[in-house]
């Protein structure tokens, strides 16, 4: 079995978590895309190896989400004070070595295979915001409700 994961997000502040990467950039392209949820799909992942499922499968949770759509859920869940501008595709172009590819992957046969297994995960707008949550109540509880000076700082700050 192949899982194809795709801009990975985590509960957590790690360095590889795409939520962890984006909120450091001061600016960002607002693009939608297909994203994996960490939380809802490592069990799925289980329960499809458990079912002895086959094949390519893209491991993402279904819809596409914008960047924008994930910064203003974190504005407003975990940090109320944060702030991001964005920039074109052409502009993002002219700063890095490699372009960036954005896309919507087709989560049908991920969503059949997962019915058969008996397992449900969310549409990536729902997952997301409840990752987020997640998110806000693991920094209550490792700093408290003064969590905020324990967030990635942008590039430009570091």
Same mark, same amino acid.
């Given at each position: 079995?192949?899982?194809?994961?795709?801009?990975?997000?985590?509960?957590?502040?790690?360095?590889?978590?795409?939520?962890?990467?984006?909120?450091?950039?001061?600016?960002?392209?607002?693009?939608?895309?297909?994203?994996?949820?960490?939380?809802?799909?490592?069990?799925?992942?289980?329960?499809?190896?458990?079912?002895?499922?086959?094949?390519?499968?893209?491991?993402?949770?279904?819809?596409?989400?914008?960047?924008?759509?994930?910064?203003?859920?974190?504005?407003?869940?975990?940090?109320?004070?944060?702030?991001?501008?964005?920039?074109?595709?052409? @502009?993002? *172009?002219? $700063?890095? %070595? =490699?372009? +960036?590819?954005?896309?919507?992957?087709?989560?049908?046969? &991920?969503? #059949?295979?997962?019915?058969?297994?008996?397992? @449900?995960? *969310?549409? $990536?707008? %729902? =997952?997301? +915001?409840?990752?987020?949550?997640?998110?806000?109540?693991? &920094?209550? #509880?490792?700093?408290?409700?003064?969590?905020?000076?324990?967030?990635?700082?942008?590039?430009?700050?570091?």
């Amino acid at each position: 079995m192949i899982l194809r994961v795709r801009m990975p997000i985590s509960d957590d502040l790690a360095p590889r978590n795409f939520i962890t990467k984006i909120v450091r950039y001061d600016r960002v392209v607002n693009v939608p895309n297909s994203m994996t949820v960490l939380t809802e799909m490592m069990p799925a992942s289980v329960a499809m190896a458990e079912a002895k499922l086959t094949g390519i499968y893209n491991f993402c949770n279904p819809g596409a989400v914008s960047h924008n759509e994930i910064l203003d859920m974190y504005k407003e869940i975990v940090d109320p004070n944060f702030t991001y501008e964005n920039f074109t595709i052409e @502009q993002q *172009n002219k $700063i890095l %070595e =490699a372009k +960036r590819s954005n896309n919507e992957l087709d989560a049908t046969k &991920l969503m #059949a295979a997962l019915a058969e297994c008996g397992v @449900q995960i *969310n549409e $990536i707008h %729902e =997952a997301c +915001r409840l990752c987020i949550g997640r998110m806000r109540e693991g &920094l209550i #509880a490792e700093h408290g409700e003064n969590y905020h000076d324990k967030l990635p700082k942008k590039l430009s700050q570091s």
